[in-house]
């Protein structure tokens, strides 16, 4: 099993929609969670930390389920500008663990 | 955040020739440079980790003598692709290891676009 596996996409979905990605790790020691977004030929840029409670961004939401090992994001009231793919990165150890990325696509 | 410089954005070389690839860090002393790679559509791949004043640990299948890897100060980590091929056409991207503790968000440099014709 992958250390990190998410659902490459692409999730296509018109402006407005809400929309669910989740990530699941295999590593059960991981402290400290993230969600990056990166755009096409850019690197990726931090977009919020993932707390134990759940957190939340304006439009964003991220939330942590340690028992099923998995963190998710939700995207409200998607603009097109959200069009990106959306990276889960695990930290608390020396070297950080990626996910391949969960492509998102908004729509008109 | 931690502000991290990484130059050229883009290069295009001819295959053989080789390219340095830099990365500084602006406002915080790097002692470790992580150095990706990532190929369209595919996840970032680790290839090394540049530490300051000794040598770099590369990960399984990365050539230590085809990407050379020097971290002379604590603000400047340095990546050369000798002997470029097309095969490594790539996006390479710095992150220096977080300042506070492992727990703290990863930065990147802008990345570096790499084609060799």
């Known amino acids: 099993r992958k250390e990190v596996e998410q659902d490459p996409g692409p999730f296509n979905v018109p402006e407005g929609a809400t929309v669910a990605f989740n990530c699941t790790y295999s590593n059960s020691a991981s402290q400290s969670f993230f969600w990056y977004r990166q755009d096409c030929r850019k690197e990726p840029k931090l977009l919020m930390s993932v707390y134990s409670s759940g957190n939340e961004d304006g439009r964003f939401t991220a939330q942590l389920n340690r028992a099923s090992q998995y963190i998710s994001l939700l995207i409200r009231d998607s603009k097109l500008s959200d069009s990106a793919t959306y990276l889960c990165?695990?930290?608390?150890?020396?070297?950080?663990?990626f996910g391949r990325g969960t492509s998102l696509i908004v729509h008109p | 955040g931690a502000v991290v410089s990484q130059h050229p954005s883009w290069v295009i070389c001819k295959s053989g020739t080789s390219v340095k690839i830099e990365c500084r860090s602006l406002?915080?002393?790097?002692?470790?440079m992580f150095w990706y790679r990532q190929f369209p559509k595919q996840s970032l791949m680790l290839m090394a980790t540049?530490?300051?004043?000794?040598?770099?640990?590369?990960e399984q299948g990365v050539e230590k003598d085809k990407f050379l890897i020097n971290h002379a100060s604590l603000t400047l980590s340095t990546l050369t692709v000798t002997s470029a091929h097309p095969e490594d056409s790539s996006f390479y991207i710095c992150s220096p290891l977080p300042g506070t503790s492992n727990n703290s968000p990863l930065h990147f440099g802008n990345g570096t676009r790499l084609t060799v014709t």
């Open positions: 990165v695990l930290g608390g150890s020396y070297i950080p663990t």
């Open positions: 406002d915080f002393q790097a002692t470790t």
């Open positions: 540049s530490n300051e004043g000794s040598k770099a640990t590369y």
